[in-house]
């Protein structure tokens, strides 16, 4: 079978379970391990699929997000008001995570680093901190996603295994009573090992993430450590806030709203 056959056929495999092992497509196949590989790497190539550990998916559906360039204008006070609340609690000597939302992005350029190792999947805030000092600077390998400019795939997720973080400013693209949730299967998987990774987890999300659920669960609330927002969330996210011991920060808010968050 030729290798245009072979990648028709496994794409259509992918079409109707959505993922597959290396070891299925050896016997859909009847072919090695080193020649299932090659064909997913030909595929992903071709943007036809999202390699993982072990095996390939299907990329996400449901991708409603705007491009990256347009979102960083988006509420960019906002972002900025939330973004500089999050810097306040990176410490000097830290080893920070840094994901690749845009309202991290404002955190990252505040911080006020000393001594400081960074990590990040995003190709923005690693081109941000590349000549601040006080920063040593390491950047996650693995395929891009050129719309949202973030790195992800199975080099990525390898190399988070092996790394441990004082801190994580996450940001969110969902947030619901249930948890967080990526519109992108690819990007949520990567920021579960980026929680597993750190000892505290700082989100970072305006109120219009509030209320969204998403394609991709990406965790619980009991994952997130600290939320960093600039209203009030509603109340049954609240609810699950406090039920898990989550510390609220609301950066702009009427009286009412801080005497609330305050009891």
Do not use: W
Request: hydrophobic share 45%.
């Amino acid at each position: 079978m030729f290798q245009e056959e072979r990648l028709d056929k496994i794409a259509e495999h992918l079409q109707a379970r959505r993922r597959a092992t290396i070891e299925e497509l050896c016997e859909l196949l009847d072919i090695s391990k080193d020649t299932a590989r090659r064909d997913l790497i030909k595929l992903e190539e071709q943007g036809r699929l999202v390699r993982t550990r072990g095996g390939a998916m299907l990329p996400s559906a449901g991708r409603e997000i705007e491009h990256y360039e347009k979102r960083i204008h988006m509420d960019r006070s906002v972002k900025q008001e939330i973004g500089q609340a999050a810097a306040r609690m990176v410490l000097p000597g830290d080893y920070v995570l840094l994901d690749a939302s845009t309202t991290v992005q404002f955190a990252a350029d505040v911080i006020a680093y000393k001594d400081n190792l960074v990590v990040t999947n995003s190709i923005d805030i690693a081109s941000l901190l590349a000549t601040r000092e006080g920063v040593s600077l390491h950047l996650l390998g693995g395929a891009m996603n050129r719309e949202q400019r973030f790195l992800y795939g199975p080099r990525a997720l390898a190399a988070l295994a092996d790394y441990r973080f004082d801190k994580l400013l996450l940001g969110a693209c969902g947030i619901s009573a249930e948890g967080l949730s990526s519109p992108y299967e690819e990007e949520g998987l990567l920021i579960r090992e980026m929680i597993k990774s750190a000892g505290q987890v700082v989100l970072l999300a305006d109120a219009s993430k509030f209320g969204k659920r998403l394609f991709y669960k990406v965790a619980g609330l009991e994952a997130v450590d600290v939320l960093v927002t600039d209203k009030m969330p509603p109340e049954d996210i609240m609810e699950q806030l406090e039920l898990n011991q989550v510390e609220v920060m609301i950066t702009a808010c009427s009286k009412d709203e801080m005497e609330e968050a305050a009891k």
